[in-house]
């Protein structure tokens, strides 16, 4: 089974920027979308961004939060995926973790996708904004 591992987190001050890594390991088949979700302080973890893994498929989704300041883009033959972040705030720190949506979930909107509590997660990368 595919697993996906995050990696590019750090400090960064207010209006800075930084692009996370999310790198495949195991064979992937069966992926329809790679979602990138984030768990700030003392908060629920949230769906920020939604990429489809076969350019051909499925649309892109980005939260309100951070629509216009993140973008998520794929690298197939490295099975990596990544999520630029520029403009970012304080409110954009948070543990952020990558997770492969198999096809049998494809079908879910991103507020679905937003409420699953998946049964495994990986260790997630640490981004935090601070001056």
């Known amino acids: 089974q595919v697993q996906f591992v995050e990696s590019g987190g750090g400090l960064v001050q207010p209006g800075g920027s930084l692009t996370l890594s999310c790198a495949a390991t195991?064979?992937?088949?069966?992926?329809?979308?790679v979602a990138w979700y984030r768990q700030p302080p003392t908060k629920q973890r949230e769906l920020v961004a939604l990429?489809?893994?076969?350019?051909?498929?499925?649309?892109?989704y980005y939260a309100d939060s951070v629509k216009g300041r993140f973008t998520s883009s794929r690298n197939n033959a490295a099975n990596t995926v990544f999520l630029q972040m520029n403009g970012l705030e304080p409110d954009d720190t948070a543990v952020y973790y990558c997770?492969?949506?198999?096809?049998?979930?494809?079908?879910?909107?991103?507020?679905?996708?937003?409420?699953?509590?998946?049964?495994?997660w990986g260790q997630g990368t640490q981004v935090t904004v601070s001056s």
């Open positions: 997770k492969a949506i198999l096809v049998e979930y494809s079908h879910l909107p991103p507020s679905a996708l937003n409420i699953i509590d998946w049964p495994s």
């Open positions: 195991g064979t992937i088949r069966g992926v329809a979308a």
């Open positions: 990429l489809p893994f076969e350019a051909s498929e499925g649309t892109m």
